[in-house]
């Protein structure tokens, strides 16, 4: 019995967890996904992560940053630079390979989401204006005939 009470609540929790994940992701201006060099599990759910992201925004391209961390493990490594690389280049996402143990790239990492995010914006800002430039033009050429 108490089993069933345990499996219910979680899986009230969890449902209330995806409704706030996905409210996040829906407000997420750009997003950082880190794998585990150590854990090629990790990188086989990147993209998971991906796709949920992606149905929540309802859009195909926004900026995230893949980070793969814990480079000062080396003799642990289970995933390759060049699977990260590769990854990256596929869905047009920036790419690090980082320690926070070590600090090394955490600050470039978010960095360069910062500067994706500001590009995004400047670029979907110009759109908007354009659209909005052509509207009256479109409205006159309309009303003119």
């Not at 407000?27 to 992606?54: C, L, P, R």
């Not at 391209?61 to 590769?86: M, S, T």
Request: net charge neutral; with cysteine.
């Amino acid at each position: 019995m108490f089993h069933q009470f345990l499996l219910k609540s979680c899986s009230r929790f969890c449902f209330v967890c995806q409704v706030l994940r996905d409210q996040y992701f829906r407000q997420g201006d750009g997003f950082v996904i880190i794998y585990d060099v150590t854990n090629s599990s990790t990188f086989e759910s990147v993209a998971g992560f991906w796709e949920s992201i992606k149905e929540a925004k309802e859009v195909d391209q926004f900026p995230i940053v893949l980070v793969g961390n814990k480079i000062d493990l080396e003799q642990h490594r289970q995933v390759k630079k060049e699977a990260g690389k590769e990854l990256a280049t596929k869905f047009k996402w920036s790419f690090f390979e980082a320690s926070a143990k070590e600090r090394v790239n955490i600050d470039e990492s978010f960095e360069a989401l910062v500067d994706a995010i500001m590009k995004s914006k400047n670029a979907n800002a110009g759109s908007a204006a354009a659209k909005q430039g052509s509207a009256p033009a479109a409205s006159a050429a309309n009303s003119a005939s």
